[in-house]
């Protein structure tokens, strides 16, 4: 009690404005921030997903954790044939992806299981709220920087995809941290703030590997720190500056320590050590000038519209026109590499799908906007008048308030279609029954909505019933020689020799003792017992 009789004092002593640059506000509302973002993640989390790329992610997390090798050996034609599948140099297969994400998710395993997994996203999207905070406060007044936190924690695509199995929230959780490390690096030159800052910006190459372009950044930050030092020292003293020099080089080496596992990791995998699977996909060099130039337009406009409704403009006036010239260099360099690649990428989606992309410059373009408005309603100058800056402080409030309302249902009706969808919920449930029933290695034939997740629960194996009809056929690149084998195999087996193929896969696992279940409409069940036969019988 006197705590609070004493803070209440304080604070009618020192009205508003005062309190608000202070350190307790700013943090309650944080704290407000943060609870919010993590009720809404509780309400909505499903431990399963809607979609196919995400089995990838779960294949290898599994592997990872079981200490088994990442490519598989399966010579079985009617698996392994989604665009994420690419056949490695020792002919087995494997998901495309890096292996940052699966290995956070492996550890996730090994502490709760199949569905432990699902926790690593939303929670990393958690970390980054407070990284972010922690970073614009370096940038703008505690109060501001509390006001950004919660205008990224209501953002529709920040609950969603953190929310769900893709890579974004790790990999957005990475470089914030691994930014506010390197602004703290950069102002004071502590080691513990380069090793922190290298290894969290190397590791965000693991996780995606476009996210080695924050090497730029890495590389703006050092030049700054060599300039500052021979600013102080002159030219001849800088060099020899010991401390500097050393500092710079725990840093670099540091990012290194992650450019190396990828390295290594695409030279076992794939052949190369800049060779990622999107390489063997066909997709890693899939970015042309003349794509970049027919979509600039449309990918700012989806940024204003769709991703950072009334923040993108100002966010990049932010970005050009507050701060240093290194420190505009700073933030410019973790949001142009990232849109001018993508911008220019093969693969143009249209809405959320595609825009996800972009996800990881939504804190500096938030942080960025604030800054603006910070420097618009001059809030640090000292000695105003009490009244302007209640009057300010309740202005921008007003703002903040205006867009988490305006993104609040959004938010919800996204996290509805995402995360907990019915398609979701149904594979979730379908997963649990059989394992409750039928145990860990149950083999399953099924169909749509069963398309996907069964196969990276327990140790079951999943046939889709489409495959024995024909081979996959979506949009996006695959890797041409893993697709060549798989439609070479179509072209050589009719629909009779492939119904023979199914039951010969069915009397093989039946002979190994393993049940198998077949997740169908029951109008379908005469259509599967005449393509059957007689020797097999649906309980």
Excluded at 451 to 475: C, I, K, P, Q
């Amino acid at each position: 009690m006197n705590f609070w009789s004493d803070y209440i004092k304080s604070a009618l002593k020192n009205p508003f404005p005062d309190k608000m640059s202070s350190h307790l506000l700013p943090h309650l509302i944080v704290v407000g921030a943060i609870l919010v973002y993590a009720l809404i993640q509780i309400q909505h989390f499903t431990p399963a997903h809607p979609e196919y790329d995400c089995d990838g992610y779960l294949f290898l997390a599994k592997r990872i954790a079981r200490l088994q090798p990442l490519a598989v050996d399966d010579p079985d034609p009617f698996r392994h044939q989604l665009h994420f599948w690419v056949e490695t140099q020792n002919g087995g297969v494997m998901p495309k992806y890096s292996p940052g994400y699966p290995f956070l998710m492996a550890i996730a395993y090994w502490l709760g299981g199949d569905e432990a997994m699902c926790l690593v996203s939303p929670i990393s999207g958690t970390l980054t709220l407070i990284g972010a905070f922690l970073l614009f406060q370096l940038w703008m007044p505690p109060f501001m920087a509390a006001l950004s936190v919660w205008v990224l924690t209501i953002n529709p695509m920040w609950l969603a995809y953190p929310g769900y199995l893709l890579t974004h929230g790790v990999n957005t959780c990475a470089i914030t941290w691994g930014m506010y490390f390197l602004w703290k690096w950069v102002n004071c030159g502590a080691n513990r703030f380069g090793i922190l800052a290298g290894l969290l910006l190397g590791f965000s190459a693991t996780v995606r590997p476009t996210s080695a372009m924050m090497a730029i950044v890495v590389g703006i930050a050092i030049i700054k720190k060599c300039r500052d030092n021979y600013g102080n020292h002159g030219i001849n003293q800088g060099l020899t500056n010991t401390p500097v020099v050393r500092s710079i080089g725990i840093l670099v080496l540091s990012y290194l320590v992650f450019a190396l596992v990828i390295i290594s990791f695409n030279w076992i995998h794939f052949g190369h050590p800049i060779k990622t699977g999107y390489g063997l996909s066909q997709e890693q060099a899939a970015f042309k000038l003349e794509i970049l130039w027919k979509n600039f337009g449309r990918v700012l406009k989806g940024l204003n519209e769709t991703c950072l409704y009334l923040i993108f403009p100002i966010g990049l006036v932010g970005l050009f026109a507050i701060g240093t010239i290194s420190e505009r260099l700073m933030r410019v360099g973790w949001f142009l590499p990232t849109f001018l690649i993508y911008s220019a990428y093969y693969w143009q989606a249209g809405g959320m799908p595609f825009l996800r992309f972009f996800i990881c410059t939504f804190p500096v373009l938030i942080g960025s906007a604030f800054m603006v408005l910070t420097r618009t309603f001059n809030l640090n100058v000292p000695g105003e008048r009490l009244q302007g800056k209640i009057a300010k402080h309740i202005l921008i409030s007003l703002f903040a308030v205006l867009i988490v309302f305006l993104q609040y249902g959004p938010s919800q009706a996204q996290m509805d279609r995402m995360v907990s969808s019915g398609k979701s919920e149904k594979r979730l449930a379908a997963g649990r029954m059989l394992a409750q029933n039928f145990g860990d290695h149950v083999v399953i034939f099924s169909q749509a909505p069963y398309e996907a997740y069964l196969d990276t629960v327990r140790n079951f194996r999943h046939y889709n019933l489409a495959r024995f009809s024909g081979a996959w056929g979506g949009g996006e690149r695959r890797h041409p020689l893993r697709t060549k084998k798989i439609n070479a195999f179509y072209t050589a087996f009719n629909q009779e020799q492939r119904n023979q193929k199914q039951k010969e896969i069915i009397k093989s696992f039946l002979s190994e003792n393993r049940p198998v279940v077949f997740l169908i409409p029951k109008k379908s069940l005469k259509d599967y017992e005449a393509r059957l036969g007689p020797h097999f019988m649906f309980n």
